[in-house]
């Protein structure tokens, strides 16, 4: 049992969640006081003593599957026997009666058949999980299905077919999960967790790729930021507390205590620092960097009682204020749509034009610029072989205190292609790789 649950802390820190000595000593105590067979029980006592942030959770539960087995109750060896000898036809008219009656054991032993029929494993072969899975629900087919459901009974009022379609959609998203945890197990029972684990170690929420983040991630990164957000407001609250006066002078405050026998009864403090900075956010939101946009946007306004101002632009292939836009929308979702919807943002086709865009900026709006002004540039700088013109650039970083530039790309990949990042380089104080959360927040953490 220690032996296992020290090899499961390995995995769980090799993607990259944190198991001190400490914790992994109260997880071998913690799994004494249960029954080790008891997998729900099991994952409860792991839990609770090796993980320490929400957002880790989807990750621990991946690796929780490897390394303890199939957690779900296995199916009567009769009742799958049935499925398996049934023609494809059949199998699909099982699934779809099953679908509408959310009958999740059969599901359950359709799911297991389907896996034997349908995913042409074979052992000792390399893992390939998604591939393995993609064949399952491909020949499965379940938005076909759902179709049919809905065709034999439509829905009576709105409200009505509104509930189905939620049922629905939880049902066949339990199928697919337990799809894929048959497979998992399957190849965890011919290749051992070890190996498996080295080709499905799940990508921790700060972790993942603004730049290939499918919708699921998307919807994770929003958990993941939400309580980022709201921790990183709390600490500037408290620094704007502490920095409504200065630090203690101390001659001051001797001086004034010689009129109490030379105990300093009142304080004295010096004046605060330096009045707070300005910001200058020039953003591009097309399609290719829009969700890193997204969150950085939401991310530095959290921010904005650092500054005495923020101003934003935006920018496709033509530039635009939308300082207002994001003061007054009720969330960061709301306003986003409302400023990728803004039809002054295409000048031409509708496709990055970074010089265009700073030609616009330092025509219409270099006043927003001054020495107490930091400037922050949000792109990939990919300018689809247009001129950069990075004497613009130049201009901005000649009147700002500072220019940053943060890039959502690997750093491996700039300077290639289209990519314009290697002229607007030099007029920068720095480029900053951003390609996702955990460097976005390492970057915020340096601009305070």
């Known amino acids: 049992m220690i032996d296992t649950i020290s090899r499961f802390a390995d995995e769980l820190r090799r993607v990259e969640i944190p198991v001190s000595l400490a914790e992994l000593t109260d997880a071998v105590e913690a799994v004494r006081s249960i029954d080790f067979a008891e997998r729900d029980d099991l994952r409860v006592a792991l839990r609770a003593t090796m ?60 799911a297991d058949a389907a896996v034997d029929r349908y995913a042409e494993m074979e052992p000792g072969r390399p893992v390939a999980g998604r591939a393995y899975l993609f064949r399952v629900l491909r020949s499965l087919d379940l938005d076909r299905l759902v179709a049919d459901i809905g ?59 603004f730049m290939n983040a499918s919708s699921a991630e998307i919807v994770a990164m929003r958990r993941a930021i939400t309580p980022l957000v709201r921790t990183l407001g709390t600490r500037l609250a408290r620094r704007q507390r502490l920095r409504q006066r200065g630090p203690l002078d101390f001659r001051r405050t001797i001086r004034a205590s010689l009129s109490t026998g030379g105990t300093p009864v009142q304080l004295r403090f010096k004046p605060p620092a330096k009045p707070k900075p300005e910001l200058v956010v020039i953003a591009d939101v097309s399609g290719s960097v829009a969700t890193f946009a997204r969150f950085t946007l939401q ?118 292609g289209d990519s314009a990042i290697h002229h607007y380089a030099p007029h920068c104080d720095r480029v900053v790789e951003c390609a996702n959360l955990a460097q976005l927040r390492n970057f915020a953490d340096t601009l305070l």
């Open 299 to 416: 991310l530095l306004y959290a921010m904005r009682l650092q500054f005495r101002k923020i101003r934003t632009f935006a920018f496709i292939d033509d530039l635009v204020e939308v300082t207002d836009v994001l003061v007054e929308s009720v969330t960061a979702e709301q306003a986003f749509a409302t400023i990728t919807a803004d039809p002054r943002l295409i000048w031409l086709d509708g496709r990055s034009d970074y010089g265009h865009a700073l030609e616009t900026f330092t025509s219409r709006y270099a006043s927003a610029v001054r020495s107490s002004t930091s400037v922050l540039i949000l792109g990939d700088g990919r300018n689809n072989y247009r001129s950069p013109q990075e004497e613009r650039l130049r201009l901005v970083a000649r009147r700002a205190a500072h220019v940053y530039w943060l890039n959502p790309e690997r750093q491996a990949n700039w300077n290639t």
């Open 151 to 209: 065709a034999a009974e439509p829905a009576r009022s709105p409200l009505e077919l509104r509930l189905r379609r939620d049922r629905l959609g939880a049902t066949v998203a339990y199928v697919e999960s337990t799809v894929e945890l048959e497979i998992r197990r399957r190849l965890v029972a011919d290749r051992g967790a070890g190996a498996v684990a080295k080709v499905v170690r799940p990508p921790l929420q700060d972790a993942i790729g």
């Open 51 to 110: 993980v320490k942030r929400s957002e880790h959770l989807d990750a621990f539960d991946v690796v929780f599957d490897l390394y303890f087995g199939d957690i779900r109750a296995a199916p009567a060896a009769g009742k799958t026997v049935v499925f398996h000898t049934l023609t494809d036809d059949e199998l699909a008219a099982s699934l779809r009666d099953a679908l509408a009656a959310d009958n999740r054991p059969v599901l359950r032993r359709i």
